[in-house]
């Protein structure tokens, strides 16, 4: 019923740039925080930014000033600047999205991920 698609990943050297999408899809009614997560080999998943349907945003502290997220309401898309990305930056990222579907109620859907390597 809902699909959350991503697109973006990469690799890229050290000190560069890329920029995630995620588009969501299917019988949405509205969403409300929409955010990207990581995981690591061998660690666990990780919440690098979200943002609110009003468009607040937060980041974790590692990635403050060089990740930017931001979102197309109209077009039910949340996108991840990253810049000056760093090795340990390397992760694959999920979009994660809370939507409430029409006639259901409100879920947490996922995306499938996207590889991001960052090599030194």
């Known amino acids: 019923q809902v699909q959350l698609v991503e697109s973006g990943g990469g690799l890229v050297q050290a000190g560069g740039s890329l920029r995630l999408s995620c588009a969501a899809s299917?019988?949405?009614?509205?969403?409300?925080?929409m955010g990207w997560y990581r995981q690591a080999p061998g660690k666990w998943r990780e919440l690098v930014a979200a943002i609110t349907s009003g468009g607040s945003p937060n980041y974790a502290d590692s990635v403050k000033g060089r990740f930017t997220i931001s979102r197309d309401n109209a077009q039910n898309t949340v996108y991840l600047q990253m810049n000056s990305l760093k090795p340990e930056d390397t992760a694959v990222y999920y979009c994660?999205?809370?939507?409430?579907?029409?006639?259901?109620?409100?879920?947490?859907?996922w995306g499938q991920g996207t590889q991001v390597t960052v090599s030194s």
């Open positions: 994660n999205a809370e939507i409430w579907v029409a006639g259901i109620g409100e879920y947490d859907y």
């Open positions: 299917g019988s949405i009614f509205s969403i409300n925080a």
